[in-house]
């Protein structure tokens, strides 16, 4: 599809849209105060229960000038609870309403309280949130019906409406007297509550409701869902904001967190989650409803840092399989990332080795009760002090800011914008004697993306997304060795535009059905150029060893077009059901070949046109315990910025197809005492992948700058993929101040390898057995100390037969040297006698990841102390990653001493400690 159609669909979409939509709310204000004389409420303290006549003397304290008429404040008057952070005038209204008085402005700023005469009725105000995550609920029923106190003609009277995209109900003009206030959202229980409206008043509740034990939160059938910064979690590895920020994790990243969950795989030195034994980029990460194509700053460094902060969440959720129908085109998992929604003003600065962060935001109001929108902002800049640890002597650098802005149309709708910006500068001399090397490197990363959300009629919520990311990446290098000579150029230019929309409607308490569409443009152009002369090739007849690309350079274009329907269903109190269906496009074109004289020609192009079914089903067993079980087909494309030009390849592949199924248990026992188990887990997964995409990957060196310069550089060609495995997790209470959580997983994730090797392989990170354990205390009230433990078995390798020719009868390989320990690398000659010197060194492999690396184990630490200053709160913390400065083993070096093949340890680095400071004010 080309832009201007884009751009056509975009104007249909939303003048379709614009007459839909009604205003459900009223907008006026509660209370309109004079806009002289105002005063700040600089140090009043209200306490709710306190009586009105105290009330109204600390605001005399204060600098309000306050008399009231003869009779109209009663001792019996009583205030409740009171929102200081606003103009004294403002709280003397608020505390006057309920007791059906006003104060109206007299001579010399005088404010006289007296009865409001005039006020006949009255009118309620709400807020309905999720008690475990503490988001506000879009759409959910309100129903107010009239009681026997609000008069003989309305008693039995219901009013009816939903709430908006905060969370927020109004009804207004009410006679005054007793209701009945009912609320319902779907994957909620119902709550009923009695509430009363005085004249003149508005009475204002706030609703937390309560998931349901085996629905959780949006009719959640789906097995393999788990909750990050949740503030009151109760599934088992739903970690709360507080258990987030107490968790040992580099440079204040949620990403560096998620290997302590089930299923979920990284190096030491990468930010990048593996799920399942999947590659890195078959997880969809999604901020806002916006996927992010590239998330990660230092990509020269396998991306140790994600570009999305800590701070910058408000919940996340990780989904490690049987994802629902509106989500397609990655096939391992998802993570579901929503930024925070201030509603006061606040602002944060920390500075730690890594990192120093700014951030603010607020809400908009309109009169004391009526919320209509929030902003927020954040910048962060990388410092090197610690990347000098991590990177050795160069010294990147990375800079990322993000902004939103929420603005409410009426009572109905919602505009929401946001924009990320990212970037990263590496450049690196350095010369010793004849060699030299160096790397220059520029990325740069921008997303925008608009929503506008809007409830239409009683039970229809409709959001439309436009979206545009451009990513630009600019990487050079050379070195100029006796062991390996090489200069890499690699300019690549992306950008994507997007169009999404989603229809969600409300059927019933109990039924929902949700539909919608996106569409996709795809552009990317690539220049690339490389001229190495390596050192050590290893060749195998079971693998395909990669000869470095000389120069490519390729400009495609794609378009992704798809359409998805889902069905959420309750059959009785405790059967739930998902049914989803999910049809995909993926169209590319191949506009101009740069290194050949085909350039301004369609010179090749796909069409794939793509099914998905999906089905989920959820048995409540009891109140405590549910029964889950998921089977979906999902399909993976490759994206047109995804072409990997560095290892040679001119064509995408077809899409992938997986197949999941998913079979989970969840109980949640009382509360935990002592060390007792407060919830549990266990989930059986399989994926089989029946068509995956060949890939390169480095055999014995995990990290490395241009990996594709490295004798180890290899294709593989696997027929098929699977992973099955076991996960169990667990989480309690250690007393009153302390908890922990554990999980385990028994695993296998393999390909099956076409001719001539014919047999299953592992793959590169599968792991059999793994255990992750934290534990929390709190020493002090204002202290936590926390430990997180990693254990794993060891990643598949492929072991080292030696040198080809240079045994004693001359046709086979030697022996390998003796074995030398750390990471040094050695020096590279040339092979036998009478071979070419700028020839490599051929090197046989044994059969492929036949051996394992030794087991690995980490240890963290996190020590943190709050502290209450004059204005706001500090957070100092102390962060110790490995603090048993364990050597973990991650890969092998090899090199050629003495005209002997000799092998090192790659390990990954040892301790680091990382100390850091924020303020919230």
Wanted: hydrophobic share 40%; proline share 4%; with cysteine.
């Amino acid at each position: 599809m080309s832009r201007c159609a884009l751009s056509r669909a975009v104007l249909i979409v939303i003048s379709a849209l614009a007459p839909a939509a009604s205003t459900l709310a009223s907008s006026s204000a509660a209370v309109t105060t004079p806009s002289a004389h105002v005063q700040q409420a600089a140090g009043v303290e209200l306490t709710p229960g306190q009586s009105l006549e105290e009330a109204l003397l600390v605001l005399r304290r204060a600098g309000l000038r306050v008399v009231s008429t003869s009779g109209a404040v009663l001792p019996s008057m009583r205030i409740g609870a009171v929102e200081t952070d606003q103009e004294l005038e403002r709280i003397l209204q608020q505390i006057l309403a309920p007791h059906g008085l006003i104060a109206e402005p007299g001579a010399g700023g005088t404010w006289i309280v007296r009865p409001n005469a005039e006020g006949a009725s009255g009118a309620l105000v709400g807020e309905v949130r999720s008690r475990h995550s503490s988001r506000p609920l879009a759409s959910a029923g309100v129903e107010l019906v009239a009681g026997l106190g609000s008069g003989e003609a309305d008693a039995g009277r219901a009013l009816r409406a939903l709430t908006n995209a905060g969370g927020r109900f109004r009804f207004e003009a009410l006679p005054a007297g007793d209701y009945e206030l009912r609320i319902s959202a779907r994957g909620f229980a119902d709550q009923r509550l009695e509430v009363r409206v005085d004249t003149g008043s508005a009475t204002r509740v706030q609703i937390a409701l309560q998931p349901q034990p085996y629905v959780a939160e949006e009719i959640a059938v789906r097995p393999g869902e788990r909750s990050l910064l949740q503030e009151d979690p109760a599934a088992p590895m739903a970690l709360g904001r507080e258990e987030i920020e107490a968790l040992p994790h580099l440079a204040g990243d949620l990403f560096r967190a998620l290997d302590l969950l089930p299923g979920v795989t990284s190096g030491d030195l990468s930010a990048r989650p593996r799920i399942h034994g999947g590659r890195e980029d078959e997880v969809q990460v999604l901020l806002d409803g916006q996927e992010l194509y590239e998330t990660y700053h230092l990509q020269d460094f396998d991306g140790g840092i994600s570009m999305v902060p800590a701070s910058l969440l408000e919940s996340a959720h990780l989904r490690t399989g049987a994802f629902g129908a509106e989500r397609g085109d990655r096939m391992s998992g998802v993570l579901d990332l929503r930024t925070r929604q201030p509603t006061t003003l606040e602002s944060r600065l920390s500075l730690s080795l890594l990192t120093a962060e700014a951030s603010s935001g607020g809400g908009f109001r309109r009169g004391a009760d009526r919320f209509d929108g929030a902003w927020f902002g954040s910048a962060r800049l990388g410092s090197i002090e610690l990347a000098n640890r991590l990177f050795g002597r160069e010294d990147p650098g990375f800079w990322d800011a993000f902004g939103k802005l929420d603005l409410g149309i009426g009572g109905a709708q919602q505009l929401r914008a946001r924009v990320l910006q990212a970037g990263d500068r590496l450049d690196f001399r350095e010369t010793v004697g004849e060699e030299s090397k160096g790397i220059d490197t520029r990325y740069d990363t921008g997303y925008a993306w608009a929503t506008h959300q809007a409830v239409v009629g009683a039970s229809l919520l409709v959001e439309t997304t436009l979206s545009s990311s451009d990513i630009e990446r600019d990487r050079r290098g050379f070195e100029d060795e006796d062991e390996q000579a090489f200069e890499v150029s690699d300019a690549r230019q992306v950008s994507v535009l997007g169009l999404r929309q989603e229809w969600t409607w409300q059927a019933s308490g109990a039924h929902t059905l949700g539909f919608g569409a996106e569409l996709r443009e795809l552009d990317a152009e690539f220049d690339y150029r490389n001229t190495s002369e390596r050192d050590l090739l290893f060749t195998s007849t079971e693998i395909d060893p990669v000869s470095p690309t000389e120069r490519l350079g390729v400009e495609l274009e794609g378009s992704h077009g798809g359409v998805w329907i889902s069905d959420r269903f309750a059959i009785g109190r405790r059967w739930f059901f998902e049914l989803g269906l999910r049809a995909d496009r993926h169209r590319l074109v191949e506009l101009e070949d740069l290194a050949s004289a085909t350039t301004g020609e369609e010179r090749s192009a796909y069409d794939d046109e793509l099914l998905s079914p999906r089905f989920s089903v959820a048995w409540g067993i009891d109140e405590r315990s549910v029964l889950r079980a998921s089977w979906g087909v999902y399909h993976q494309s490759q994206r047109p910025y995804e072409l990997q030009v560095e290892n040679g390849e001119s064509r995408l592949a077809r899409a992938e197809r997986a197949e999941h199924a998913v079979l989970g248990y969840e109980r949640v026992f009382a509360r935990a005492t002592g060390a007792r188990i407060a919830a549990l887990r266990a989930e059986l997964y399989s994926r089989v992948v029946a068509r995956p995409r060949p890939r390169f990957e480095n055999l014995f060196e995990p990290f490395n700058v241009f990996r594709e310069v490295e004798g180890d550089r290899v294709l593989l060609r696997p027929e098929r993929s699977r992973a099955h495995g076991l996960e169990l997790s667990a989480r309690g209470g250690t007393g009153r101040r302390g908890a922990w959580l554990a999980s385990y997983s028994l695993a296998r994730s393999e390909d099956r390898i076409g001719a001539p090797l014919r047999r299953w392989v592992p793959r590169e990170v599968d792991q059999t057995h793994t255990l992750a354990v934290g534990w929390s205390l709190r020493p002090a009230p204002r202290w936590t100390l926390h430990l997180a433990g990693r254990y794993h078995s060891g990643w598949p390798t492929t072991p080292v037969r030696g040198i080809v020719g240079a045994d004693a009868g001359g046709s086979g390989p030697s022996e390998i040297g003796r074995s030398r320990g750390g990471a040094a690398i050695g020096r590279a000659e040339a092979g036998g006698e009478g071979e070419d010197p700028g020839e490599p060194t051929l090197v046989a492999l044994g059969p492929l990841r036949s051996d394992r690396l030794p087991e690995y184990l980490r240890l963290d630490l996190r020590l943190a102390r709050r502290f209450e200053v004059r204005v706001g709160e500090l957070f100092v913390f102390l962060d110790v990653q490995n603090l048993l400065d364990r050597r973990n083993v991650s890969g092998s070096d090899y090199a050629i001493e003495d005209g002997m093949l000799e092998r090192g340890d790659e390990t990954w680095p040892g301790i680091l400690p990382s100390l850091g400071v924020s303020w919230t004010f």
